[in-house]
């Protein structure tokens, strides 16, 4: 049951004037009031709800192959449902490899640009950064993925080949198959791969992350940075010394939650990848998967079970992003810049 | 004794060896790295010449602000020299990408049937000039109009919800909201594909799409108005609230109009996100060619699901419309973004000039009203004062005045 404390009437023993020692006068609320608090207070748990309610009806549709498959869903590196034959484990690899190469990308620019904007542009133009960065994380997942898909495959393509030749004995950035030295070699080897769709998504996610660490640099308290400055500092040693540290659980909540958002990208994924369903360990190497992109493939055609197998997928994707976001929200509210703005 | 002949001081920050040092820089970085790359090295690529110019920038950079300076300022240089060229490095990668889809949609969108015909009646071979995405753009336009009646009161009302009624509860639904601003497109679409479609039946169709468009616009509808709403002065609140207002009246007369034209960004911001997804359409709503103009029944398509679909087209011509279809939708964002920049203005209290303008006006006329009746009623006493002079104390006197008749 819902407390509301400003609603309570305690039954007053009688006139103002006989008022007891220790009870507090309560004020009477209006009709209008009254339903005002009962109308807010039900539309925070009709969002809440809905929330769950995702949730749950994941879980339930989800059962019957979660049942079915048991234990052998998270260590299983195929995908036909039905033949009974199906695990997430290469998927959910491909998933975390794009996340976490996305936000490995985006995190320099993402910090750069927030620093930029709060310590170095020119007052008088800083809305139109902050606009134009919003703009960045408003523009349409197709968009991207047609530029990923037309432009950045064609032209990356040279660059990455480079780096599988010359780094490639670090064994993640190997190409086995593809020798870049034979002039024969299909340039395919290297497109639709994890990497490419990694770049794309990063230029997705970092305008998210930078909204979140600009508003804490912004916060940085103006006395600590004068008194920097009044002993000497410069400004990067001002930055160094007040704002990165004040900004500091900014960073990392922000870094989660651009890692929430590149672990649920499906549309710019999709467009790029060309599907596997085993553990890809070669970035650079064609073939990636991720759950989104998975579901997007793979809906249409999906028998009834194929289906509950494809909502067993997106449960665990619903999981583990909201793990990933609730432990950044938590750490930005918990940061000297959260609390100083929590209402 | 002649005056002290005083040195104009320079209060500007930038010097001419500071702006000589980045020219010079620039310069050699280039001229080195065109010397590596078609002399010296077998390097070859763009991506090549950007990444190697890019550190011999920073070197000799770094070199020649180290010959004037102490190690102290070089640290200062190259730090504001790397933050500003990643930042501009986003912005131009922002701007590459908007312009390379306008420049791609070009060929298909200077062709009026782009946006009066749709593809029922089309073949994949036919030309640009005949076919184009009107059932895309009226499904997009339909699918948000209903999810904006959806989300725009709730969404509204749990912000309102959130900032005047802090405690627990409100805290806890604010951090479910922001850990739903994540919540991957593809999971609510799944989510009402398996209450709207598999649980209760229903057919695929615009009013599913709009469920799901909603369902992914709720937290960053209800997070943005939420910032806006605790911006709004405490002062204000807490006068109307003493001049004898209820809370609810506060709120619909004080503290929304003060934030009106945050609230209407941030409406506008959960829009152009809705309007841009693609996955809870593609889910929900399915493919078809023809325009439909009915939400509840029938595939209905959304110029997103449109473009993700047409790309894989083997047709060039298909392609060529699936950038045409990019771009408007590019175009849509574009234009809601202007609107809420111009209809964000300032923080709540603060006014554009016009409406300053206006303000003032007002006040003008009110200043001269009041200052009439005041003076009505001075005339009043004098007036009174007299005439009991004359007529004696107990007289009624009725007469007419500025401020109306009196007695």
């Given at each position: 049951?819902?407390?509301?404390?400003?609603?309570?009437?305690?039954?007053?023993?009688?006139?103002?004037?006989?008022?007891?020692?220790?009870?507090?006068?309560?004020?009477?609320?209006?009709?209008?009031?009254?339903?005002?608090?009962?109308?807010?207070?039900?539309?925070?748990?009709?969002?809440?709800?809905?929330?769950?309610?995702?949730?749950?009806?994941?879980?339930?549709?989800?059962?019957?192959?979660?049942?079915?498959?048991?234990?052998?869903?998270?260590?299983?590196?195929?995908?036909?449902?039905?033949?009974?034959?199906?695990?997430?484990?290469?998927?959910?690899?491909?998933?975390?490899?794009?996340?976490?190469?996305?936000?490995?990308?985006?995190?320099?620019?993402?910090?750069?640009?927030?620093?930029?904007i709060s310590e170095y542009a020119p007052t008088k133009l800083k809305r139109s950064f902050v606009s134009l960065v919003d703009l960045m994380a408003a523009v349409p997942?197709?968009?991207?993925?047609?530029?990923?898909?037309?432009?950045?495959?064609?032209?990356?393509?040279?660059?990455?080949?480079?780096?599988?030749?010359?780094?490639?004995?670090?064994?993640?950035?190997?190409?086995?198959?593809?020798?870049?030295?034979?002039?024969?070699?299909?340039?395919?080897?290297?497109?639709?791969?994890?990497?490419?769709?990694?770049?794309?998504?990063?230029?997705?996610?970092?305008?998210?992350?930078?909204?979140?660490?600009?508003?804490?640099?912004?916060?940085?308290?103006?006395?600590?940075?004068?008194?920097?400055?009044?002993?000497?500092?410069?400004?990067?040693?001002?930055?160094?010394?007040?704002?990165?540290?004040?900004?500091?659980?900014?960073?990392?909540?922000?870094?989660?939650?651009?890692?929430?958002?590149?672990?649920?990208?499906?549309?710019?994924?999709?467009?790029?990848?060309?599907?596997?369903?085993?553990?890809?360990?070669?970035?650079?190497?064609?073939?990636?998967?991720?759950?989104?992109?998975?579901?997007?493939?793979?809906?249409?055609?999906?028998?009834?079970?194929?289906?509950?197998?494809?909502?067993?997928?997106?449960?665990?994707?619903?999981?583990?992003?909201?793990?990933?976001?609730?432990?950044?929200?938590?750490?930005?509210?918990?940061?000297?810049?959260g609390s100083a703005s929590e209402g | 004794m002649p005056a002290r002949i005083q040195i104009r001081r320079q209060v500007s920050q930038r010097r001419e060896t500071d702006v000589l040092a980045l020219v010079g820089a620039v310069a050699a970085a280039a001229s080195l790295t065109w010397l590596l790359f078609t002399q010296i090295a077998?390097?070859?690529?763009?991506?090549?010449?950007?990444?190697?110019?890019?550190?011999?920038?920073?070197?000799?950079?770094?070199?020649?602000?180290?010959?004037?300076?102490?190690?102290?300022?070089?640290?200062?240089?190259?730090?504001?020299?790397?933050?500003?060229?990643?930042?501009?490095?986003?912005?131009?990668?922002?701007?590459?990408?908007?312009?390379?889809?306008?420049?791609?949609?070009?060929?298909?969108?200077?062709?009026?049937?782009?946006?009066?015909?749709?593809?029922?009646?089309?073949?994949?071979?036919?030309?640009?000039?005949?076919?184009?995405?009107?059932?895309?753009?009226?499904?997009?336009?339909?699918?948000?109009?209903?999810?904006?009646?959806?989300?725009?009161?709730?969404?509204?009302?749990?912000?309102?919800?959130?900032?005047?009624?802090?405690?627990?509860?409100?805290?806890?639904?604010?951090?479910?909201?922001?850990?739903?601003?994540?919540?991957?497109?593809?999971?609510?679409?799944?989510?009402?594909?398996?209450?709207?479609?598999?649980?209760?039946?229903?057919?695929?169709?615009?009013?599913?799409?709009?469920?799901?468009?909603?369902?992914?616009?709720?937290?960053?509808?209800?997070?943005?108005?939420?910032?806006?709403?605790?911006?709004?002065?405490?002062?204000?609140?807490?006068?109307?609230?003493?001049?004898?207002?209820?809370?609810?009246?506060?709120?619909?007369?004080?503290?929304?109009?003060?934030?009106?034209?945050?609230?209407?960004?941030?409406?506008?911001?959960?829009?152009?996100?809705?309007?841009?997804?693609?996955?809870?359409?593609?889910?929900?709503?399915?493919?078809?060619?023809?325009?439909?103009?009915?939400?509840?029944?029938?595939?209905?398509?959304?110029?997103?699901?449109?473009?993700?679909?047409?790309?894989?087209?083997?047709?060039?011509?298909?392609?060529?419309?699936?950038?045409?279809?990019?771009?408007?939708?590019?175009?849509?964002?574009?234009?809601?973004?202007?609107?809420?920049?111009?209809?964000?203005?300032?923080?709540?209290?603060?006014?554009?000039?016009?409406?300053?303008?206006?303000?003032?006006?007002?006040?003008?006329?009110?200043?001269?009203?009041?200052?009439?009746?005041?003076?009505?009623?001075?005339?009043?006493?004098?007036?009174?004062?007299?005439?009991?002079?004359?007529?004696?104390?107990?007289?009624?006197?009725?007469?007419?005045?500025?401020?109306?008749?009196?007695?």
């Amino acid at each position: 049951m819902i407390e509301f404390p400003e609603l309570t009437e305690r039954p007053s023993a009688g006139t103002a004037a006989t008022t007891s020692i220790g009870s507090r006068p309560k004020a009477r609320l209006s009709m209008a009031d009254r339903v005002f608090a009962l109308v807010a207070h039900g539309s925070g748990v009709t969002v809440l709800l809905i929330m769950g309610l995702v949730g749950l009806f994941l879980a339930a549709r989800a059962g019957q192959a979660l049942s079915k498959a048991g234990f052998a869903f998270f260590t299983t590196q195929a995908w036909e449902p039905d033949s009974g034959d199906f695990g997430i484990a290469g998927i959910l690899t491909g998933t975390i490899l794009i996340g976490v190469f996305a936000i490995m990308m985006a995190t320099p620019f993402a910090i750069a640009t927030a620093l930029y904007i709060s310590e170095y542009a020119p007052t008088k133009l800083k809305r139109s950064f902050v606009s134009l960065v919003d703009l960045m994380a408003a523009v349409p997942s197709v968009v991207y993925g047609l530029w990923g898909a037309f432009f950045l495959q064609e032209h990356a393509v040279g660059a990455l080949n480079w780096v599988a030749t010359y780094l490639g004995w670090i064994p993640f950035l190997s190409v086995p198959g593809h020798d870049s030295r034979d002039p024969l070699a299909s340039p395919t080897d290297l497109k639709s791969s994890t990497f490419l769709a990694a770049m794309v998504v990063a230029m997705m996610v970092t305008p998210i992350a930078s909204s979140v660490m600009r508003e804490a640099f912004s916060q940085a308290p103006a006395g600590e940075r004068e008194s920097a400055y009044a002993l000497g500092a410069t400004r990067w040693g001002m930055i160094r010394a007040v704002v990165l540290p004040y900004g500091r659980g900014a960073i990392i909540g922000g870094t989660m939650l651009g890692l929430g958002r590149a672990l649920g990208e499906t549309i710019t994924v999709t467009m790029i990848i060309s599907p596997v369903f085993v553990i890809q360990p070669h970035v650079l190497e064609k073939g990636a998967i991720s759950v989104s992109s998975l579901i997007a493939l793979r809906y249409g055609e999906a028998s009834d079970f194929g289906l509950s197998a494809l909502f067993a997928a997106g449960l665990a994707l619903f999981l583990m992003t909201m793990a990933v976001n609730f432990i950044a929200s938590i750490i930005v509210s918990r940061s000297r810049s959260g609390s100083a703005s929590e209402g | 004794m002649p005056a002290r002949i005083q040195i104009r001081r320079q209060v500007s920050q930038r010097r001419e060896t500071d702006v000589l040092a980045l020219v010079g820089a620039v310069a050699a970085a280039a001229s080195l790295t065109w010397l590596l790359f078609t002399q010296i090295a077998p390097f070859s690529g763009a991506l090549g010449w950007l990444a190697v110019g890019y550190l011999t920038f920073l070197g000799v950079y770094a070199l020649l602000v180290s010959l004037d300076e102490n190690a102290l300022t070089v640290r200062d240089r190259l730090a504001a020299a790397v933050i500003q060229s990643l930042a501009g490095v986003l912005l131009l990668i922002l701007v590459f990408v908007i312009g390379y889809i306008l420049v791609q949609g070009v060929t298909a969108m200077i062709h009026s049937n782009f946006y009066t015909q749709d593809l029922s009646a089309t073949s994949p071979l036919d030309p640009l000039t005949r076919g184009g995405v009107l059932h895309g753009v009226v499904g997009t336009l339909i699918e948000i109009t209903i999810a904006l009646l959806i989300t725009v009161p709730l969404g509204l009302t749990c912000s309102v919800f959130l900032s005047e009624f802090p405690g627990s509860f409100a805290r806890l639904v604010r951090t479910f909201v922001e850990a739903m601003t994540a919540l991957p497109s593809i999971v609510a679409g799944l989510f009402i594909y398996s209450t709207y479609i598999l649980t209760f039946g229903l057919q695929k169709s615009g009013f599913a799409a709009s469920l799901a468009m909603s369902v992914m616009m709720f937290p960053i509808i209800i997070r943005a108005a939420d910032v806006v709403l605790r911006l709004v002065p405490g002062s204000l609140t807490e006068a109307s609230l003493a001049l004898g207002a209820s809370r609810w009246r506060t709120v619909w007369h004080v503290t929304l109009p003060s934030a009106r034209s945050g609230l209407a960004t941030a409406v506008i911001l959960g829009t152009a996100r809705g309007i841009g997804e693609t996955s809870p359409v593609l889910l929900t709503a399915g493919y078809g060619g023809g325009l439909n103009l009915d939400p509840r029944s029938g595939p209905m398509v959304s110029l997103p699901l449109l473009a993700f679909t047409l790309r894989n087209s083997p047709q060039h011509v298909m392609v060529a419309r699936a950038f045409g279809a990019a771009s408007l939708l590019m175009v849509l964002v574009l234009l809601l973004f202007v609107v809420a920049r111009r209809l964000g203005g300032q923080g709540p209290g603060v006014l554009t000039p016009k409406q300053q303008r206006r303000r003032d006006h007002q006040s003008t006329l009110d200043a001269g009203r009041i200052a009439g009746r005041i003076a009505g009623r001075i005339a009043d006493r004098r007036l009174r004062a007299r005439a009991a002079d004359v007529v004696g104390p107990d007289a009624e006197l009725r007469y007419e005045t500025q401020s109306g008749v009196s007695q």
